[in-house]
């Protein structure tokens, strides 16, 4: 049985006094909550004090980047294994925003995503289309091109120590949210393209949605047969919003 997950992703949002005052109430309201697994995903710099915070609770730590190299003259990168030593247990990795704005390729992205495992993190692979490439009908072959750079790297097999968070370029920050069958079609299309090349694998995949979950639309998202959960960006922020999304998973 596939354990769901819900994964916030803070993104550069948040400050010592903030991060405190909502933590202290996400795990206040997700204290005693056994359905699903729970995880933040925060900048680099509250790494420490947030791994603190979270001593104790049901909810991990993790991070939102990660160098592709594993050290070296890489003046402002951070590495997997600094990561393992603040506990990190998940990374994000792909997001549609670092592939937008900084640059990254799918075969960087797959470069990302074996240096996590090898430090023995879970990556979060986001995949997913634009508004354009959607329009154009070609949101299948997108994701495939963007799996198929991690598994040519990491081969099949590396799913099952991963999570895949199908995030639609377009319903990312836009308050569009996919509908849930939508969204429920692509994760399909996801595990059957996975099916044909390992189908234990398929079964064992976590695939997440993202994109514009809030807590009025996570349920219906999260009832869908291949939507083992979310990848939460702005709704991260708000503790009550978070805990309800988390709630969600279990109904
Ligand atoms: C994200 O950044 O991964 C995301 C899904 O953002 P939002 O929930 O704000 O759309």
């Known amino acids: 049985m596939r354990r769901k997950l819900v994964a916030g992703n803070w993104k550069m949002h948040g400050s010592l ?4 005052q909502l933590l202290d109430d996400v795990i206040k309201g997700l204290n005693g909550v056994r359905d699903g697994d729970f995880a933040v995903c925060v900048p680099y ?9 979270l001593q104790n609770t049901n909810i991990a730590l ?4 990660v160098s592709q190299y594993e050290k070296g003259a890489y003046t402002g990168e ?11 247990r998940y990374v994000i990795v ?11 390729t799918s075969h960087i992205v797959a470069e990302k995503y074996v240096t996590v495992q090898k430090a023995g993190l879970i990556p979060i692979l986001c995949v997913g289309e634009t508004l354009e490439q959607r329009e154009a009908g070609v949101t299948e072959r997108i994701i495939e091109e963007q799996l198929t750079a991690v598994i040519d790297s990491a081969g099949i097999e590396s799913l099952c120590k991963a999570v895949i968070a199908y ?11 996919a509908e849930p069958e939508q969204a429920q079609d692509v994760h399909m299309f996801i595990r059957s393209f996975i099916s044909r ?11 997440l949605y993202g994109g514009s979950v809030k807590a009025n639309n996570a349920a219906q998202l999260f009832a869908m047969p291949d939507i083992d959960g979310g990848l939460i960006g702005g709704a991260s922020l708000i503790a009550s919003d978070f805990v309800a999304i988390c709630q969600a998973v279990g109904n």
């Open 78 to 88: 951070i590495s997997a294994s600094m990561l393992n030593d603040f506990e990190c």
């Open 167 to 177: 995030e639609p370029v377009w319903a990312i920050g836009t308050g569009r949210t």
């Open 45 to 53: 710099p509250y790494l420490s004090s947030v791994k603190n915070l």
């Open 62 to 65: 993790g991070a939102q980047n």
């Open 94 to 104: 792909g997001h549609s925003e670092r592939r937008a704005l900084f640059g990254e």
């Open 17 to 20: 006094v903030t991060n405190k």
């Open 197 to 207: 090349q390992n189908s234990n694998t398929a079964k064992e995949l976590i695939v």
